[in-house]
């Protein structure tokens, strides 16, 4: 199943097994500083923008064939909202890292995806972070999805990565496959940064992925308020996934 528990940047403590309450960087606590002057983008017209950044290492293959399946719901609930613009990101193998263009098709993303195969090799979860942050300061990005199972990189890079989005009022939605608790408190940290929510899910949730994946995409394309009308409606895992991302408003 999965689970969207409460969340803060004071919930960790700093031992040999966990995360500091704050991360040591400078530069991160710099943007925290500054980030209660930041007023959030205003949404406008144009198409949303959904930046969909995916591990695609080795352990990792059973789920991408899952989310090749799933993604094209994305688009459907998204375009009766005003349409999406999707650009998959991925990174695997030895320091393989790709994005494609953006995307307004499921068929053009799946085409993508399809062509994907999953090769052993480290994470690299900082290089997503700067990835996203280049291409919002390009044109908006409305939200970010993450979806992996480990973290193999010093958490205060990461960390420090996270900052500008937050500053960029891009929130980042951190789904995990398994239960790895450095990378949960790891992505948890990104997402309390990011002001973006944080979901855990194993093998046997891909209808609750999928029900999360478009309830992002309606976030990305309509906003908090067509996220929480979504909610509304459908309840269930999209209701907790609104939940969470108002706790970190």
Request: hydrophobic fraction near 45%.
């Amino acid at each position: 199943m999965i689970a969207c528990p409460p969340f803060g940047p004071g919930e960790m403590t700093r031992d040999r097994n966990k995360l500091p309450t704050r991360s040591s960087s400078a530069e991160v606590d710099a943007f925290l500083r500054d980030v209660a002057a930041i007023t959030p983008a205003k949404r406008t017209r144009a198409q949303g923008r959904l930046l969909f950044a995916m591990d695609a290492t080795a352990s990792r293959e059973p789920m991408w064939d899952r989310a090749c399946r799933i993604q094209s719901e994305m688009f459907t609930e998204a375009a009766r909202i005003g349409g999406l613009a999707v650009q998959l990101c991925h990174y695997g193998g030895f320091h393989g890292f790709e994005s494609t263009p953006w995307l307004t098709g499921s068929a053009a993303l799946l085409r993508h995806m399809s062509a994907v195969r999953c090769a052993a090799g480290m994470t690299q979860i900082e290089r997503v972070l700067r990835h996203a942050k280049a291409e919002a300061e390009r044109a908006r990005v409305n939200a970010v999805v993450f979806v992996g199972d480990c973290m193999e990189e010093d958490v205060d890079r990461l960390c420090a990565a996270a900052g500008p989005l937050r500053l960029l009022s891009v929130p980042v939605f951190v789904f995990q496959e398994g239960y790895d608790p450095m990378a949960e408190r790891a992505f948890r940290e990104i997402a309390t940064l990011t002001r973006g929510a944080y979901c855990r899910f194993d093998a046997s949730s891909a209808a609750e992925l999928r029900d999360l994946l478009r309830a992002v995409a309606v976030y990305a394309a309509g906003g908090r308020e067509a996220l929480e009308d979504l909610g509304r409606r459908e309840g269930g895992t999209v209701k907790l996934l609104a939940h969470s991302l108002g706790r970190n408003k």
